[in-house]
């Protein structure tokens, strides 16, 4: 069964997390599941048990503010979209480096804002290996072409304006997200072409990740394009990287957009994929 825990951030909030333990005798290293923005950690639940069952011991956790890191009104919690990478996965990473397998060895696989989060957090440099998926910070203008008005509208225009208003995000009641918390939607509708602005100590954990960074992203991702894809890659200047994107037709699919890769129906495809690469296979070569 998996076992539940709190961890306190560095700046002193508590973050709900999970751990899925794979078998003493097969474990070989720790994988941590990084949440897209707005989504549940529970959505990763499934990927998370089929990871513990090849061998690797598993840990997936809410941002502040999010499920079971969620505590109190939404209005009241204060703080910035960075704050998940800078804080919240790095609490996780390190509770993570400390109490795994004896190789020490930590990998992350990042959904979202959680394959660029990796290198927000200070101990990232620590991983051995990152996969991200779908991974980019929604700068309007990478979006694709047919869904880019649309949600320029939607996250840039209609998100800041019910968060000014409420002190929150709504996103539950919209049936689009989690509720975001005020720091994280306004980050969010304004973020800009570059994400560490204003920010160098972002931008100094973000190239001191040295771990080899897979990148993937379905071919119809409306938020992973290509270039938003690119624009990720070039803050890990220090990180050897390769890109790849995935045709639905390669499993069967008409579309696969950018949530139904850790969807269950992908466990003897995709799922088994991301086991050979952490085997330090490359099977999208």
Known sequence: M????????????????????????????????????????RYYRR???????????????????????????????????????????????GYALQSGPSSGRVSLIGHSFGGFAAGLAPQGRSLSRILAIGAQHAFWLDYRRQQKLAFWYRWHLQMPALTLRLGYYPGKKLGLTEDLPRGVALDWARSPRNFTRGQPELRENL???????????????????????????????????????????????????????????????????????????????
Request: charged letters at 20%; one cysteine or more.
């Open 207 to 285: 190239a001191a990740v040295t771990a080899p960074l897979t990148a993937l992203a379905s071919s119809d991702d409306p938020y992973a394009t290509r270039r938003a894809t690119q624009r990720m890659l070039r803050y890990y200047s220090s990180a050897p990287s390769s890109v790849a994107f995935l045709n639905p037709e390669r499993y069967g699919e008409r579309s696969l957009g950018h949530f139904a890769l850790f969807q269950s129906r992908f466990e003897n495809s995709f799922w088994a994929e991301t086991v050979d690469y952490l085997h330090d296979g490359d099977p999208w070569r």
């Open 47 to 93: 990927y998370a048990e089929f990871l513990a069952a090849q061998g690797f011991r598993t840990v997936t956790f809410d941002y502040r503010g999010i499920g079971g890191s969620s505590v109190g009104a939404l209005g009241s919690l204060r703080g910035r979209w960075s704050d998940w990478g800078r804080y919240d996965l790095d609490a996780v990473l």
């Open 2 to 41: 998996p076992s539940q825990l709190t961890l306190v951030t560095e700046d002193g909030l508590s973050i709900a997390a999970t751990v899925f333990e794979a078998s003493p005798q097969t474990a070989s290293e720790t994988v941590v599941i990084s949440c897209a923005t707005g989504v549940l950690a």
